[in-house]
C-alpha cells in the first residue's frame, strides 16, 4: 500500500504538514510531543511492539541518569514534573575503595543532583504523552526497509510481511546508532561519518533490596573504580540497585565458571558479593553475554529540506558522562529554539540545525570518551580529588569566574563545546596559580631558614625579587 502523507503546496502552515519520525524510542517519543505541540501532523514509526503492551522489555541499560539539560527539554512540552517524581536523586558518587571504604565526592553545589530514572517506565511515559496529542499516530511493528532521497518516500516493511510505502515533508530520524535512515546519507557526497567501538563491554546485574530497604545508601551512584575497569550501580523505585560491569572483552572472557566469577569478584569487588549474592551473581553473570559500546560521530545532521538526525542516530556517546539522552532531548530543544527563530521553514531550520549542534555533539562524545578513564582511574588518585576540592572552593568564592567542567555539562546548558573551551582555559590558570603557591610557599621557606628571626631589614621589593628568581618560569 502507499499513502502520500506529504502536503506539495511550499506554503502549507504546520496544521497540515507531515513530519515522519522514525524511532519510537526516548528520543523519537520525546521529538513527537513537539512537533504536535506545534500543530503537525506527526507519524511515528518504530520497528518494535509497542512497550507498553509487551511483557518483556528487550533492549538497553535499564537506568540512566537525567539531568538539567534533559529536565529542560521536558519541560517544554510538560512532562518534566512527570518524570522527576520517578526518578531517585543522587547528589554524590559513592566511591567504594578495595578495602572496602566508601567516600563520597559531591557532583555540584548543595541541592544539586542528578536523577536515576527507568529507561522503560520514561519511553513509556513519553508514548502515551505523545498520543496525548490528536494529530499524533503511533505506528509499532513498522520497519524500515529504505528510504529515497530525491521523493521522501519511505518503504516499511510491516509484521505479516506486507510492505508499506509512506510519504511525508519532513523525515526526523530517531532510529539509534545503527539508524537505518543514516544509510542514505552514507551514499551522499561530503557526508562524514565514524564509528568506533571501545575494547570494553558492560554487564548488567541486580542488588536486591534487603529486607524490604535498599542494600546500600540509595542517594547515590556507587561506583568502584579498578583502573583498567570499574563497575557502578544506580538505585531504582523498587529498592533494587542496577549494577553495571564495565570491563574488557578479554576480561570478561576469561571468566568462563561461577567459581570464577565469586573469585574474581573476591579479588576486586569483595563488599558486593554479599549485597548481590553469591549464587545470584554466578546464576546472572552468564545469563546474558557483556554488550559492546559504540561512539558515532557524523556530519551534516540534515539532508536538504527532508530530513534531519537526532539522538543516537545523529551521535551515539558512550555511557560515561551520563549525557546521552540529555544531549538527546537536548536536539530536540535546539531544533525547537531554531524553528522558532527561523518561523519553521525546513530549508533554513536544517542547516542551522547542522550548523549548532554538531560542535556540541561532536564536544559530547569526546567528553564521555574522556570521562571513561577518569571514572575507572583518575577518581583512585589523590592528585584527581585535590583538583576537584579546589575547583569546587573556587567556585564557591567565584561561582561565575571558575565553574567546574562537571558542574556546566550536568547543571546548566552552556554549549558542549564551549564548556570544553572554558574547561581547558581554567585548567591551565588554575595549574599556573598552584604552581605560583607551590613556588612561593618554597620560596618563603627559604628565606625563613636563611634569615631566622632576626631577620635583617629586607624590603618588601627585595623579598619579591628573591621570590621571583626562584619561581620555575611558565
Not at 54 to 73: M, T, Y
Not at 407 to 418: A, G, I, N, P, S
Request: charged residues 20%; proline residues 5%; glycine residues 6%.
Amino acid at each position: 500500500t502507499t499513502m502520500d502523507y506529504s502536503t506539495n503546496d511550499s506554503k502549507s502552515t504546520s496544521k497540515n504538514k507531515v513530519v515522519a519520525v522514525v524511532g519510537g524510542g526516548l528520543v523519537g517519543a520525546l521529538n513527537a510531543c513537539y512537533f504536535a505541540k506545534r500543530g503537525f501532523q506527526v507519524e511515528v514509526f518504530e520497528s518494535r511492539e509497542d512497550i507498553r503492551q509487551a511483557k518483556i522489555v528487550k533492549g538497553r541499560s535499564i537506568n540512566l541518569a537525567l539531568s538539567h539539560r534533559g529536565r529542560q527539554a521536558l519541560k517544554q512540552v510538560g512532562m518534566e514534573d512527570t518524570i522527576v517524581s520517578k526518578g531517585i536523586p543522587m547528589h554524590s558518587r559513592m566511591i567504594h575503595s578495595l578495602n572496602g571504604t566508601q567516600s563520597p565526592i559531591p557532583y555540584g553545589k548543595k541541592g544539586q543532583y542528578i536523577l536515576s530514572v527507568d529507561r522503560a517506565n520514561l519511553n513509556k511515559e513519553l508514548l502515551s504523552a505523545a498520543e496525548t496529542y490528536s494529530t499524533t499516530k503511533l505506528n509499532f511493528a513498522h520497519k524500515l526497509l529504505n528510504w529515497s532521497t530525491e521523493t521522501g518516500a519511505m518503504t516499511f516493511l510491516r509484521a505479516a510481511g506486507a510492505k508499506e510505502e509512506i510519504q511525508a515533508d519532513l523525515i526526523v530520524g530517531c532510529d539509534g546508532a545503527f539508524s537505518a535512515i543514516r544509510k542514505q546519507f552514507l551514499r551522499q557526497s561530503r557526508f562524514n561519518f565514524s564509528q568506533t567501538y571501545i575494547p570494553h563491554g558492560y554487564l548488567e546485574l541486580t542488588m536486591p533490596p534487603i529486607n524490604g530497604e535498599f542494600a546500600m545508601k540509595p542517594n547515590y551512584l556507587h561506583i568502584w573504580p579498578r583502573n583498567t575497569f570499574m563497575m557502578i550501580a544506580l538505585p531504582n523505585l523498587d529498592k533494587t540497585f542496577t549494577c553495571t560491569l564495565f570491563m574488557p572483552f578479554d576480561e570478561f572472557e576469561n571468566v568462563t565458571t561461577g567459581d570464577q566469577v565469586i573469585e574474581f569478584f573476591q579479588k576486586y569487588f569483595p563488599d558486593a558479593i554479599p549485597l548481590i549474592g553469591a549464587d545470584a551473581l554466578k546464576r546472572d553473570y552468564f545469563h546474558l553475554p557483556a554488550q559492546a559500546m559504540v561512539s558515532v560521530k557524523c556530519s551534516p545532521y540534515h539532508l536538504s529540506d527532508k530530513c534531519v538526525l537526532m539522538g543516537d542516530a545523529a551521535h551515539a556517546v558512550v555511557p560515561f558522562y551520563g549525557q546521552g539522552m540529555n544531549a538527546g532531548f537536548e536536539d530536540c530543544l535546539v531544533f525547537n529554539e531554531i524553528m522558532d527563530q527561523l518561523n519553521e521553514d525546513f530549508s533554513a531550520v536544517l542547516p542551522e540545525y547542522t550548523r549548532v549542534r554538531v560542535p556540541d555533539d561532536h564536544a559530547i562524545a569526546d567528553l564521555a570518551m574522556y570521562n571513561y578513564v577518569e571514572m575507572r582511574s583518575h577518581v583512585n588518585s589523590k592528585w584527581f580529588l585535590f583538583r576537584k576540592y579546589v575547583d569546587n572552593f573556587l567556585h564557591m568564592i567565584m561561582p561565575r569566574t571558575v565553574i567546574p567542567l562537571y558542574t556546566m555539562v550536568t547543571f546548566t546548558r552552556t554549549r558542549y563545546h564551549e564548556a570544553v573551551k572554558r574547561w581547558h582555559w581554567q585548567d591551565k590558570v588554575i595549574n599556573q596559580g598552584l604552581l605560583c603557591v607551590a613556588a612561593s610557599v618554597v620560596g618563603g621557606s627559604y628565606l625563613l631558614v636563611r634569615y631566622p628571626p632576626n631577620m635583617p631589614n629586607i624590603s618588601i621589593e627585595q623579598l619579591w625579587t628573591r621570590l621571583q628568581a626562584l619561581k620555575s618560569p611558565f
